[in-house]
């Protein structure tokens, strides 16, 4: 079964309007996760490792006041496009570790089902 | 170049076929490397991970060559649900470094009848 769920999975909204997306692990702490995005036809690109009771670290070009992600608790982060654009339309996802052991960056993520996010 | 590189295909293959995809990387320092398999409009799931003396899981093998940086995803019989995008990650070393994790830019595979 799952192990990360985001919600939600399709969301259409208007330019200028901020769009919250969540994402939780599922009987399982995650004091780190991760949120990528995916263009068409495109790899999957990280924009940020979101820390739970600290703030996030994004990576180079994304710009952190227009994706503000929020990692209140250990089970929940959330993303939240503010002023979306068209050009913000894309497939956002979400991973996380199931942690164990003393290797844990040997584990492989979980990703949530994804959300498909259409500015018009 | 890019830290993972991935030949894009697309691979068109007959049921029963096998098929390999080649993942080259970059950084001699990377420590462990996935195969995920995306579906179109879906999230990656795990495929498998690679481990060094190499993995099989039914009809998948995967290799790991260190030497020359490679890793390596061969189907047998191929069959039509195999039909996707294969993502090639690799991690490198650091603590707690998800975000050290890299993604190739996919092989698809489309197997047909």
């Known amino acids: 079964g799952a192990v990360v769920s985001q919600h939600p999975s399709r969301v259409i909204c208007k330019s200028g309007t901020s769009v919250k997306i969540e994402c939780r692990s599922l009987?399982?702490?995650?004091?780190?996760m991760f949120w990528y995005r995916q263009f068409p036809k495109k790899s999957l690109m990280l924009m940020a490792t979101?820390?739970?009771?600290?703030?996030?670290?994004?990576e180079q070009g994304v710009e952190k006041d227009k994706f503000l992600i929020n990692h209140a608790s250990l089970t929940l982060s959330t993303l939240t496009v503010t002023s979306a654009h068209p050009e913000d339309s894309s497939f956002y996802i979400c991973s996380a570790r199931t942690l164990g052991g003393h290797s844990s960056y040997n584990s492989p993520l979980h990703f949530g089902n994804g959300t498909r996010l259409t500015v018009t | 170049r890019k830290e993972v590189e991935q030949d894009p295909g697309p691979f068109n293959v007959p049921e029963g076929a096998t098929v390999a995809f080649n993942c080259t990387y970059s950084n001699s320092a990377s420590q462990s490397f996935f195969w995920y398999r995306q579906d179109c409009r879906k999230e990656p799931k795990l495929l498998m991970s690679?481990?060094?003396s190499g993995n099989e899981d039914g009809r998948f093998t995967a290799q790991l060559n260190r030497a020359s940086q490679y890793i390596s995803l061969l189907i047998r019989d191929s069959k039509l649900s195999d039909s996707a995008t294969y993502l090639c990650v690799v991690n490198n070393r650091a603590q707690n470094a998800g975000n050290m994790l890299t993604f190739g830019g996919g092989t698809r595979l489309m197997v047909k009848p």
């Open positions: 979101s820390n739970e009771g600290s703030k996030a670290t994004y």
């Open positions: 009987d399982f702490q995650a004091t780190t």
């Open positions: 690679v481990y060094s």
